[in-house]
C-alpha cells in the first residue's frame, strides 16, 4: 500500500516540475486571468476538452484555440474559461466563416520576458542602437492592441535606462509596432 502511494505521489510531483495540465473540466471555472499564466500546451489541451464535451468535430480545434486566445487577451481577466469558450461555440453555431476572422495571440505573448515583462525583440534593437548597450537596463514595458482583422498589431512601450555618449544615465522610450501574429517588430515609431 505505501509504495502505490509514492508512486502516486511521484507521479504528482513530477506534473508539477514539467507544469500540471488541467483538462477543460478542471478549468472552466478558472479565470482568465488565472489561465493566462498556463502554458500554451496546456490551453490547447483546455480547448480540446472543451469540443469532446460539447461534441464538436476535434478539426474546429485550431479555430477554438484562436478565439480562446484572443479572447485571453482582450477581454475582461475575471471572465470564466467556460463562459468565454461558450461564447466561441456560440459564434461558430451562427456564423462559421467568423471563427476565421480570430487571431493566435502566442507568437506575440512568447516574445515578452516572464523574467522582467520585456519585449524581447523590442529590447534587442535597443540595446543594437545604444551607445553602450552594456549599461541597458529595462524599466517597463507596456502595450496597447490594435486588432484590424487583416493586420492585428500591437502598440509596445519600452521604458529603459542607459548611458549616453557623455556617459551619464538616462532613460528613454521606445515604441515600435508589433505584428500580433508574427511577434516581429514592424517599424519603430519614436
Excluded at 502516486?8 to 478549468?27: A, I, T
Excluded at 480545434?61 to 468565454?84: A, D, H, I, R
Aim: net charge positive; hydrophobic share 35%.
Amino acid at each position: 500500500m505505501k509504495k502505490i502511494k509514492l508512486l502516486v505521489l511521484s507521479v504528482c510531483m513530477s506534473s508539477v516540475l514539467v507544469g500540471c495540465s488541467d483538462s477543460y473540466e478542471d478549468s472552466a471555472n478558472k479565470t482568465l486571468k488565472e489561465t493566462i499564466q498556463s502554458t500554451i500546451e496546456n490551453r490547447h489541451e483546455i480547448v480540446d476538452g472543451f469540443l469532446k464535451q460539447q461534441n464538436l468535430n476535434q478539426s474546429l480545434s485550431n479555430q477554438f484555440y484562436n478565439c480562446f486566445s484572443e479572447m485571453l487577451f482582450t477581454k475582461n481577466p475575471t471572465l470564466k474559461v467556460g463562459e468565454v469558450l461558450g461564447w466561441c461555440e456560440t459564434t461558430y453555431k451562427a456564423n462559421p466563416k467568423k471563427m476565421d476572422s480570430y487571431i493566435n495571440f502566442d507568437n506575440f505573448e512568447k516574445q515578452f520576458s516572464k523574467w522582467d515583462g520585456s519585449y524581447r525583440p523590442l529590447e534587442q534593437l535597443i540595446k543594437n542602437n545604444m551607445n553602450d548597450e552594456d549599461s541597458y537596463e529595462h524599466v517597463k514595458t507596456n502595450y496597447r492592441l490594435i486588432l484590424d482583422e487583416k493586420n492585428p498589431t500591437a502598440v509596445i512601450a519600452t521604458e529603459f535606462k542607459g548611458k549616453n555618449t557623455y556617459g551619464a544615465t538616462v532613460k528613454q522610450i521606445v515604441k515600435a509596432v508589433v505584428s500580433i501574429k508574427t511577434g516581429n517588430v514592424i517599424k519603430i515609431i519614436s
